[in-house]
């Protein structure tokens, strides 16, 4: 009997440098390979920093998990279920709690093993890498921080051009987070909250693209 599996992925940008298609085709792949049977596949553009209750996706989806007893849940490595130590180990907890089989493709990691068993160094595997990804993210955000500062010590400007404003095209690929999730019904406040932007960006996203899609034609 194949046994149930659902795929969630994330990334922490929209547009050409990162999208989820590589990670779900992977798991797909991998999938098929072990005779599993995909109900869902889940998509999430945040970032990876966000705790769970912050990422409305990633809470859909364990929810998904628990009330439908699928049996394994693939992730493609372990920084996609997030960044923060305490929080991937809560969530990890969680699924243990619920007998939900987690599957980190690159680390080949999963919370318990062919035969039923918890895996005896989940735990302190979780730790170090998790621990590995905070450290980096703190450098590449120092290393950002630092190239600005010269940047403007040299008389370099930041921001855009007056006047400028972006077409459409550019908007709904770098909010397709945002419209993804209005198009899913979700409050403004969380959406703005879940992708880090202000409440009146996604009201100005929502009546640009969701309050047309709805307005009858005539």
Request: positive net charge; proline residues 3%; aromatic residues 8%.
């Amino acid at each position: 009997m194949e046994k149930k599996a659902v795929i969630y992925s994330r990334v922490s940008s929209v547009g050409y440098r990162q999208d989820t298609a590589r990670q779900v085709r992977d798991l797909e792949i991998l999938a098929k390979q072990r005779n599993l049977q995909i109900e869902k596949t889940y998509e999430e553009h945040i970032s990876g920093a966000k705790k769970t209750q912050d990422r409305p996706v990633l809470k859909e989806c364990l929810n998904y998990c628990f009330t439908n007893n699928i049996d394994i849940l693939l992730i493609s490595e372990l920084s996609r279920l997030g960044r923060n130590v305490d929080d991937v180990l809560f969530n990890v907890r969680l699924c243990k709690e619920k007998h939900l089989n987690v599957y980190f493709q690159k680390e080949q990691l999963s919370i318990f093993n062919d035969d039923g068993k918890e895996h005896p160094f989940l735990t302190i595997f979780i730790a170090v890498l998790g621990t590995c990804a905070e450290m980096e993210r703190e450098n590449i955000k120092f290393r950002l921080n630092s190239g600005k500062a010269k940047f403007i010590a040299e008389g370099g400007k930041v921001g855009r051009k007056e006047g400028y404003k972006k077409p459409d095209e550019k908007l709904q690929e770098e909010y397709a987070g945002v419209i993804k999730l209005l198009r899913k019904g979700y409050p403004i406040r969380m959406i703005a909250k879940s992708e880090g932007v202000g409440i009146s960006t996604v009201m100005r996203i929502k009546k640009k693209f969701i309050d047309n899609e709805r307005r009858p034609t005539p």
